[in-house]
């Protein structure tokens, strides 16, 4: 592990640092089997699919596409540690509790199912058929099926996760918060308004023809390099890439292609922006309406001066709704306030507008800087409009692209992981099943967590994730998994929500991707949909960690077979050969027509999606250009307010934005680097204008606490010990990582129209540290 310190970077994204700590992560993971074949493995027509983000690859054919993040990935699960139930029962779970991420994540593999027992407080070896008893006996004794929550984490394959969804619903509910919840429920809710479908639009072959890339909120360096790889391209094709953030991301700027002999012996590298809009924090509405204020101008300009249009009249005619209200709403914006809200001046907004007009082919991107926020549906709908102006959806080279987190998050919602099932969805399972699927909505992560709080519900099931470390307000979180009667986890390694468990508690391990498969019928694949609507196989390579894992679809036919007895569902018949899931999978999608057949092709097949053939499936049957006000409500502003009447330095709030280090996936702690932007063997830090610390009087370096500033919140809230580190952000916005950080996060403070954690604009106050840091180069 290297020593805390903080040095600024100075080379590109990519390049010889990622292939230095790619060899570091080999050489620091014992790697089980054949470390190598694993890796090489990644994204192969008959190898897995990648566990690490869902961006897709070229044909899923091409040569190992380089990503030093999907190496920590995989690396991380091939490791020859073992998390052994003696290993574990070694200690208290409130002892476990209070290890850090890293240190729990460096346990190991877990190897068999484990039960709590609250009389030593520790987890101990339970055999699987007890464990499944154990569930089945809860579940069948509540009241109501509603008092049962079944979360997913977005790594569960198509085929467990139809199967859970299937048991899920034949027991009787909808309780299916998922990771989506927390990360592109806004893309889902925005897209499916303005265009009728709740997934991005464009294919990888859209990028090799588009001019102008718009990026916005989003961080490919880090958690989705292999992006890179298009975006230089495009770059050195001469596209204009405009990247949209408050923090200089070393990614977004320069890149040097680890697979480019030329760019890693001349030290050279690609420019990957060739603008780059510093917003503040939240300001993305109020910065597009600016562009879309010039664009309509210039519009105008053109049509007095006999020039061709810079809109396209004839696009907004055929296929939208709403113009003429979104123009007159951009007409009347003050921008004042559009400067004052994004931070970006009139006359760099006028350039972004003139090199979006002058594009053939705009693609837009976006991540969580666009959705974890009040109004991250609107900040959706408002990239939408931006496109549809110019007729920029569903033409070669354009589109919309939400960039999807976790690999297989996408698929999971195909498989009717939801909490609002379309009625399309429960009359086919009634149907083709014959059993009656409840037809009320079920509760979403924040749904969950308040039925938990209240003794509404009080079975808590997760398949995968880490649930107690990825939601807000940890303090509500735990306390309402610790009122529950039964928590289960099905996870691959011990995590922080294994160690808040309920009055009893279940660990049950699983095979990971990278590791074979073995049913009756032999070796089996699974099906994923990358972030892009491909569906393609996916299979591993590598012996199991332990003989006693069990495959997902297993757990779940288990799980049913034990839970409900007289259910007409073959579960066992099922799963002896995935391929009779994905025959089930095709009677029940009519997207999923000749599944098998398909899916078997290398490189697999395209879902429709009808946004992209310019067929609108919303209720108008037009494509709808939403109106949007300028964010002036939001819990950041209100605290501002509130704070204004004080006239204190010290009671200044600052808009905390939560992001990932280059050395962690989500709450998964690799290591304590966030190389590209100069942190090393830490992770308490938070990032400052120097002139904002220097205005709070404080040192650069100084050890702060954030305070939760949102007005109305009756709890206090701390994360205590952070350091100061100046960093290249707009005054009023500070930056730290996520999870440390979600104990700032009420409950309460989530999206419009989508709920999502507002993790992206935390209103905070910094004060000096009340305990001293340890000293740090
Ligand atoms: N290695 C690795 N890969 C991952 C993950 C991981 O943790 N590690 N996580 C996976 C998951 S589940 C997801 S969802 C994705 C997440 O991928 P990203 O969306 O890239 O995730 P974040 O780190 O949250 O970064 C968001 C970016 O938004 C910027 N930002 C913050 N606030 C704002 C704002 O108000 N406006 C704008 N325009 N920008 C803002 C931040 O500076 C940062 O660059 O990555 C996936 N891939
Ligand atoms: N403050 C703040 N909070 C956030 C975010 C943020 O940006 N800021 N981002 C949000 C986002 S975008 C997301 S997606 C969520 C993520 O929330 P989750 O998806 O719940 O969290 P992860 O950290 O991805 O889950 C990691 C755990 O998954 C388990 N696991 C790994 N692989 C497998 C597998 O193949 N099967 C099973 N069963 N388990 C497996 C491992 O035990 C590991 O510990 O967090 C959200 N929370
Ligand atoms: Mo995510």
């Known amino acids: 592990m290297s020593e805390a310190k903080i040095q600024f970077y100075k080379g590109p994204a990519g390049g010889w640092g990622a292939l230095r700590s790619v060899a570091r992560q080999l050489l620091q993971h014992r790697i089980a089997a054949k470390g190598t074949r694993t890796l090489l493995s990644a994204n192969q027509p008959d190898g897995f699919d990648c566990p690490g983000c869902a961006w897709p690859d070229r044909q899923h054919a091409s040569s190992f596409e380089f990503c030093e993040n999907g ?72 009241a109501s099926p509603d008092e049962a929550i079944f979360y997913t984490s977005g790594r569960t394959s198509n085929e467990a996760a139809f199967l859970y969804q299937l048991f ?42 588009a001019d102008c890339i718009l990026i916005f909120g989003k961080n490919p360096g880090t958690n989705h390099p292999r992006m890179l790889g298009e975006l230089r391209a495009a770059a050195r094709r001469g596209a204009r890439i405009l990247s949209f953030n408050p923090l200089r991301e070393r990614g977004l700027e320069r890149f040097a292609d680890p697979q480019s002999p030329v760019e890693m012996l001349s030290g050279g590298a690609t420019a990957i922006s060739s603008d780059y809009f510093q917003l503040k924090v939240g300001g993305d509405i109020a910065l597009i309406k600016g562009i879309i204020k010039h664009l309509l101008a210039l519009d105008e300009e053109a049509r007095l001066r006999g020039l061709p249009a810079v809109i396209d009249p004839a696009f907004i005619a055929e296929h939208t709704q709403g113009f003429e209200a979104l123009k007159a709403d951009v007409e009347a914006e003050d921008w004042s306030l559009i400067e004052r809200e994004s931070g970006i001046s009139r006359d760099r907004l006028l350039h972004a507008a003139q090199v979006i007009a002058q594009a053939k082919g705009v693609i837009a991107c976006w991540g969580m800087g666009i959705t974890q926020h009040r109004h991250g549906v609107g900040g959706v709908q408002m990239i939408a409009n931006l496109l549809l102006l110019r007729g920029m959806v569903g033409r070669p080279g354009a589109g919309l692209c939400p960039v999807r987190g976790h690999s297989n998050v996408q698929g999971d919602r195909t498989m009717g992981i939801y909490e609002k099932p379309p009625v399309a969805l429960l009359d086919r399972l009634a149907s083709v099943y014959g059993f009656e699927p409840p037809r009320h909505e079920g509760f979403d992560t924040i749904g969950a967590i308040e039925a938990m709080r209240d003794g509404r519900a009080s079975v808590f099931f997760a398949m995968g994730g880490n649930f107690a470390a990825a939601t807000p307000d940890t303090p509500t979180t735990w306390a309402a998994l610790q009122r529950c009667a039964l928590t289960v986890h099905v996870a691959t390694k011990f995590n922080r929500s294994h160690t808040v468990v309920g009055r009893e508690a279940l660990v049950l391990p699983c095979l990971g991707r990278t590791e074979i498969d073995q049913q009756a019928a032999g070796p089996q694949h699974v099906s994923v949909e990358d972030s892009m609507s491909m569906v393609h196989l996916s299979a591993g390579i590598n012996p199991p960690a332990s003989p006693h894992l069990l495959s997902e679809p297993m757990i779940v036919a288990r799980l049913a077979t034990a839970t409900l007895p007289h259910s007409r569902v073959p579960w066992m018949w099922l799963v002896e050969d995935y391929d009779r899931i994905r025959d089930h999978i095709e009677s029940v999608f009519d997207d999923f027509k000749d599944f098998n057949r398909k899916v078997h092709q290398p490189g697999g097949f395209r879902l429709r999606n009808t946004a992209s053939e310019r067929v609108w499936t919303t209720p108008s049957g037009k494509a709808q250009f939403v109106v949007h006000a300028i964010p002036v409500d939001t819990r950041v502003h209100q605290a501002r307010a509130s704070a204004a009447e004080t006239d ?90 996520y999870p440390e950080t979600n104990v700032l996060l009420p409950l309460a403070s989530h999206a419009v129209g989508a709920r999502t954690p507002t993790s992206k604009s935390i209103p905070v106050r910094l004060r000096p540290a009340q305990y001293a840091l340890p000293e740090v180069a």
Not at 112 to 120: F, N, R
Not at 180 to 203: I, R
Request: glycine share 10%; charged share 25%.
């Open 71 to 142: 190496v920590k990935a995989v690396a991380a699960e091939a490791t020859a540690d073992r998390a052994t139930p003696e290993l574990i029962g070694a200690h208290t779970v409130t002892a476990l509790r209070s290890w850090s991420d890293h240190d729990l994540e460096a346990m190991g593999r877990l190897t068999e199912p484990m039960v709590y027992d609250a009389s030593t407080d520790r987890y101990r070896r339970i055999d699987w058929d007890d464990a499944f008893a154990l569930i089945a006996q809860h579940l069948q004794r509540l």
């Open 168 to 209: 899920v619903r034949e027991y009787g509910t909808n309780n299916f918060p998922d990771c989506s919840n927390m990360c592109h429920e806004p893309s889902g809710m925005g897209l499916k308004g303005s265009v009728g479908v709740g997934k991005g639009t464009v294919t990888l072959d859209d990028f090799e023809l």
């Open 648 to 737: 204190q330095v010290g009671a200044a709030v600052f808009t905390l934005t939560t992001v990932r280090a280059h050395d962690q996936y989500n709450t998964t702690v690799y290591g304590l680097d966030d190389r590209y932007r100069g942190v090393f063997g830490q992770r308490r830090v938070v990032f400052i204008h120097a002139e904002d610390r220097a205005m709070l009087g404080l040192a650069e370096g100084a050890a702060v606490d954030l305070i939760g500033a949102a007005s109305g919140d009756d709890q206090v809230r701390e994360a205590p010990g952070f350091r100061l580190v100046d960093y290249d952000i707009p005054r009023g916005c500070v930056a730290a990582y």
